[in-house]
């Protein structure tokens, strides 16, 4: 049984980590918070990712949302996002709707939304950042869409101005979409070139080339979710090539796990992180200073 604390000994391992860095605890931008039935169907489809893929995927922390917020905190996430994002029109106003509900009562999560190209997108998403959104989420391949969609201009624009954080997952990884890849996000970029992009997963597989955008573009931050894992160096392996460019971009890297749906213990990302060996400072700048720097996270108070 894990323990109320977070999961026993794995949050006990995780906070001595925490400990040694200095730092005061991790700031993770990738994690997972929707409505239950919409989780439950995302649930199910990893369930059946095996058939689909060929890859198994056993779910390691599937919890009620109260016990799921209760591990993180157990681990020492002093900040955590709720992902979300809609695969249809007339899905994403309901979804801001529910994690705006979340995020007030839930305070170290940082507020997110998310968005889709469709009639009234402008007016849902500006109203998102006047309720507070900190943080929005968009899934391209899910969503199926382009992101340089017309009708998303003067949302993007809104981003852009607000100085927003926006994670994208526009990498071609687990398989590829319609509008993954380096290419819809750099006609974006080229478009909006202030707009501060979070990439997921690191780009997987297109590592280097989203490595690329965020040379040329100030705002492209690239999230570590599943990347450097077991699972993922099996799956679509980090260029060794491309680890100095890990360390050039130090401060642009960010922690993300995408708890609750890995197939893996939550500390086997942040030994993944450890194990490149690039540092106890860009250690640091990944697990907690890069993100507080970004969404303006202050050390907590002891709880």
Known sequence: MRSESGAGGEGDDIRALVARLGIPGLVDVHTHFMPQNVLDKVWAYFDAVGPLTGVEWPITYREEEERRVALLRGFGVVAFTAMLYPHKPGMAAWLNSWSADFAARTPDCLHTATLFPEQGVERYVRGALDAGARVFKVHLQVGGFDPTDARLHA???ALADSETPVVVHCGSGPSPGNFTGPGPMGRLLARHPRLRVIVAHMGMPEYADFLDLAQRYEGVHLDTTM?????SERLAPFPEAEL???VELGDRILLGTDFPNIPY????????LERLGLG???LRGVLYCNAA???HVKPPLDR
């Open 244 to 246: 100095k460019r890990l």
């Open 293 to 295: 720097a970004l969404f």
């Open 280 to 282: 106890d400072d860009w």
């Open 227 to 231: 990347a450097f894992t077991d699972f």
């Open 155 to 157: 949302a993007w624009g």
């Open 265 to 272: 213990p939550y500390a086997h990302q942040l030994h993944a």
